[in-house]
């Protein structure tokens, strides 16, 4: 029983023992834990709160950037599909309206030529009968200026009453006088010449049959009158280009075949 009861005490004693040392050990460990904290310049558990923090606030702004970009890339490809199907809806309408103006054009255009054959017509009607009123047959007289010696060539003197009587006056003192549709004054030009003849060169054009021939003796003008110079044309020179420019001037009309042939009577003989 003693011998138990000591044991006991012994027990007590050994475990008391090994209390004290543990108790030294763990204050012997403080100090170290403090040194280690006032080395920390702020709490752990602060600094990964704020990392934390920020990480999540990073990635709320990222979210939303990523969102933003997901919308501008829907808004760029509806606007891209909004603009084909403008353009295309632009071609359709420009066909539309490109037919539409050749149609209206076209009908515009056939009754404009209906129009203008129809005045063309009238027009050659009433020009040929101010031609018929005026006489299919016309005779004009020129009168030539007086060169080198004209002492055996009469006085000439057109009636101020009417253009187309002239009076002559012999050397020999006989009067008389003659007349004509037009008697054409020496101080008249080639082109005025030629505008009292283009009314049947239009009438040519339209056509009918027309003549136009000079008569008179050796040296009267005639060759003046009908070809005259190189820098002052006559007659027929002038016709041709009327008949050129009026077949121009028709040409999208009128198809014209234009030929010529001249041709010389001297002294009743063809040369």
Same mark, same amino acid.
């Given at each position: 029983?003693?011998?138990? =009861?000591?044991?006991?005490?012994?027990?007590?004693?050994? !475990?008391?023992?090994?209390?004290?040392?543990?108790?030294?050990?763990?204050?012997?460990?403080?100090?170290?834990? #403090?040194?280690?904290?006032?080395?920390?310049? /702020?709490?752990?558990?602060?600094?990964?709160? %704020?990392?934390?923090? !920020?990480?999540?606030?990073?990635?709320?702004?990222?979210?939303?950037?990523? %969102?933003?970009?997901?919308?501008?890339? !829907?808004?760029?490809? #509806?606007? /891209? %599909?909004?603009?084909?199907?403008?353009?295309?809806?632009? &071609?359709?309408?420009?066909?539309?309206? /490109?037919?539409?103006?050749? &149609?209206?054009?076209?009908?515009?255009? /056939? =009754?404009?030529?209906? %129009?203008?054959? +129809?005045?063309?017509?009238?027009?050659?009607?009433?020009?040929?009968?101010?031609?018929?009123?005026?006489?299919?047959?016309?005779?004009?007289? !020129?009168?030539?200026?007086?060169?080198?010696?004209?002492?055996?060539?009469?006085?000439?003197?057109?009636?101020?009453?009417?253009?187309?009587?002239?009076?002559?006056?012999?050397?020999?003192?006989?009067?008389?006088?003659?007349?004509?549709?037009?008697?054409?004054?020496?101080?008249?030009?080639?082109?005025?010449?030629? +505008?009292?003849? &283009?009314?049947?060169?239009? &009438?040519?054009?339209?056509?009918?049959?027309?003549?136009?021939?000079?008569?008179?003796?050796?040296?009267?003008?005639?060759?003046?009158?009908? #070809?005259?110079?190189?820098?002052?044309?006559?007659?027929?020179?002038?016709?041709?280009?009327?008949?050129?420019?009026?077949?121009?001037?028709?040409?999208?009309?009128?198809?014209?075949?234009?030929?010529?042939?001249?041709?010389?009577?001297?002294?009743?003989?063809?040369?």
């Amino acid at each position: 029983m003693k011998l138990k =009861v000591a044991l006991t005490e012994a027990h007590k004693s050994i !475990r008391l023992s090994q209390l004290t040392e543990d108790d030294e050990d763990y204050e012997s460990d403080i100090p170290s834990s #403090e040194d280690r904290f006032r080395v920390s310049p /702020r709490p752990i558990g602060d600094v990964n709160y %704020r990392e934390l923090a !920020r990480t999540m606030k990073d990635d709320g702004h990222l979210k939303k950037l990523k %969102r933003l970009s997901d919308d501008l890339k !829907r808004e760029k490809d #509806e606007l /891209r %599909r909004l603009a084909m199907d403008t353009k295309e809806a632009f &071609s359709v309408c420009m066909g539309e309206v /490109r037919m539409m103006l050749e &149609s209206k054009t076209a009908d515009f255009f /056939r =009754v404009l030529i209906g %129009r203008y054959c +129809s005045e063309m017509q009238k027009r050659k009607q009433l020009h040929n009968q101010l031609v018929e009123i005026n006489g299919n047959i016309r005779v004009f007289y !020129r009168i030539r200026p007086q060169l080198g010696d004209t002492k055996e060539s009469p006085a000439v003197v057109i009636d101020e009453m009417d253009n187309g009587v002239v009076h002559l006056a012999h050397p020999s003192g006989r009067k008389s006088s003659e007349g004509a549709d037009f008697v054409i004054p020496m101080a008249y030009t080639q082109e005025q010449i030629f +505008s009292k003849v &283009s009314p049947i060169i239009t &009438s040519c054009i339209d056509g009918y049959n027309v003549c136009l021939f000079a008569y008179g003796h050796t040296g009267s003008g005639k060759t003046y009158t009908m #070809e005259g110079p190189e820098t002052n044309p006559g007659i027929n020179q002038r016709a041709i280009m009327q008949l050129f420019e009026a077949a121009d001037g028709r040409n999208e009309d009128i198809d014209y075949e234009i030929n010529v042939s001249m041709m010389e009577i001297y002294n009743e003989k063809i040369r």
